[in-house]
T-cell receptor, first 111, second 113 residues
């Protein structure tokens, strides 16, 4: 079936280091991908998105990389801060309008 | 607040009772989603509306679940004859035209006792 999966369920980094969160997707028809951040007790918060006609997109302290050949997505967070501690999800659209989420990676930032 | 609004934020109900949740999307957003999330898992797709039309419903969704969006604005999700396994966070999200980001509400946490 359709699925989006994450390689690492937990990631612990030192404050100031860069973080990389990975995601594998299975549906080659997906042409739009989103990263969300979810803090405890809150709904997912949009971070950054990328379309399949792009390999890389940068935001403020975040970069998303898309490798369609191996169906892999990554989120890079520069100079990770304690406020970045949360669960991160990638989501894909296997067909127009629908969004499918993966399991999530918990990012823990040590001061 | 111009974000996605969900009501109630918390609901405790006895097994067998019916519950209804409401979602008010961002104004003029034509896409509306319902998701269910349990601890440690990603949001699980339940259903999707484009304006008032329910375009897709998860095959995992039992007949006890029904969603409506009668005027293409707010939406309701009803669960009939609740079971303990229905305990979860129910999330609503809305999005604008085309394939763009979807914005989530804070969710309704349901506990079935």
């Amino acid at each position: 079936g359709e699925s989006v999966g994450l390689h690492l369920p937990t990631l612990s980094v030192q404050e100031g280091d860069n973080s990389i969160i990975n995601c594998a997707y299975s549906n080659s028809a997906s042409d739009y991908f989103i990263w969300y951040k979810q803090e405890s007790g809150k709904g997912p918060q949009f971070i950054i998105d990328i379309r399949s006609n792009m390999d890389k997109r940068q935001g403020q302290r975040v970069t998303v990389l898309l490798n369609k050949t191996v169906k892999h997505l990554s989120l890079q967070i520069a100079a990770t801060q304690p406020g970045d501690s949360a669960v991160y999800f990638c989501a894909e659209n296997p067909r127009r309008g629908k969004l499918i989420f993966g399991q999530g990676t918990e990012l823990s930032v040590k001061p | 607040d111009t974000g996605v609004s969900q009501d109630p934020r918390h609901k405790i109900t006895k097994r067998g009772q019916n519950v209804t949740f409401r979602c008010d999307p961002i104004s003029e957003h034509n896409r509306l989603y319902w998701y269910r999330q349990t601890l440690g898992q990603g949001p699980e797709f339940l259903t999707y509306f484009q304006n008032e039309a329910q375009l897709e419903k998860s095959r995992l969704l039992s007949d006890r679940f029904s969603a409506e969006r009668p005027k293409g604005s707010f939406s309701t999700l009803e669960i009939q004859r609740t079971e303990q396994g229905d305990s979860a966070m129910y999330l609503c999200a809305s999005g604008g035209q085309g394939d763009t980001e979807a914005f989530f509400g804070q969710g309704t946490r349901l506990t079935v006792v």
